[in-house]
């Protein structure tokens, strides 16, 4: 059987041999909105001089960039508009094979690029998405128990709220009333729902 070419060739021709990821960074100056041009660079490893780079976002083919032929990387540089908006960005670059067949790295690390939102946006939508809209979020974010959620909207104003809590606050069981209310000390969990009053 002499027309069979050795496991090695075939491996190459199948393109199994994998080529170095290259790196791939974010670089100054950093977006500050979506309107700002974003810079990323793109570096092949040593030996890879001249390479052709592409740079993909969310899977799509954004730029096509080749090294300058004594050079491992590029810049891509993304101006505002529909092509600087952020993401997460890849790179890749091809060498030339045998028989001139272009192979490709495999891809870069994945580069998330994001923008600061605006204060008052994060307000709006702190508002829209909360039940607890009536508190004012003045500096911090206030997270909640679950079952001081369950409580609260289940409260009316003609209720005890001490009667709601301890109905409540342990495993929910069967409503029943304090026998008396001022004897009683406060469960530490009404303390704390009647502070965020």
């Known amino acids: 059987a002499g027309g069979e070419m050795p496991w090695t060739v075939l491996l190459f021709a199948a393109g199994s041999l994998a080529i170095p990821a290259p790196a791939i960074f974010l670089v100054p100056p950093y977006p500050k909105s979506q309107e700002d041009p974003i810079h990323i660079s793109c570096t092949a490893p040593k030996d890879f001089l001249g390479v052709n780079f592409t740079l993909y976002r969310e899977g799509q083919i954004v730029q096509l960039l080749q090294a300058p032929a004594n ?14 908006s952020g993401g997460k960005f890849w790179c890749q670059y091809s060498v030339v094979g045998e028989h001139s067949q272009p192979q490709l790295s495999d891809l870069s690390q994945p580069l998330h690029v994001s923008f600061p939102v605006k204060i008052k946006n994060l307000q709006r939508k702190r508002e829209q998405e909360s039940c607890w809209a009536q508190i004012n979020f003045t500096t911090s974010d206030m997270s909640f128990d679950n079952s001081l959620f369950a409580i609260s909207t289940k409260m009316t104003s003609e209720e005890d709220p001490a009667a ?34």
Not at 71 to 84: D, E, H, I, R
């Open 71 to 84: 050079q491992l990387g590029v810049t891509f540089n993304l101006s505002s508009g529909g092509t600087a």
């Open 164 to 197: 709601t809590l301890d109905a409540c606050a342990g495993n929910c069981g069967p409503r029943k009333r304090p026998t008396s209310t001022s004897s009683s000390p406060e469960p530490p969990e009404f303390s704390t729902f009647r502070a965020c009053q």
